[in-house]
């Protein structure tokens, strides 16, 4: 049976980070590893979600005839927010 990294179950790490279990692998087997293992903190920090999802939702596509998806969004907020009956 193949697994993969994240198909590995949690309980067969040990209960540790995943990276935290490559780094201890990589301590009693260092031939087995190229490259040393990296716990590089904070690449998911919030600002740097923030500003993915903003380039993304800024990104023109096609399903929206090539206008981003967040002025589609907009558009749509301002028609919902009009007053019934109003001509725009």
Do not use: C
């Not at 260092?30 to 999802?53: H, R």
Request: proline content about 8%.
């Amino acid at each position: 049976m193949s697994r993969t990294n994240h198909h590995i179950p949690q309980s067969a790490l040990g209960h540790i980070a995943p990276v935290q279990a490559l780094q201890d692998w990589q301590e009693k087997r260092p031939e087995l590893f190229k490259k040393e293992v990296y716990n590089l903190t904070g690449l998911d920090s919030q600002e740097q979600l923030d500003a993915i999802a903003e380039r993304l939702n800024q990104r023109p596509r096609a399903i929206h005839g090539y206008f981003p998806p967040i002025s589609v969004y907009g558009a749509m907020m301002e028609r919902l927010n009009q007053p019934e009956g109003s001509v725009h």
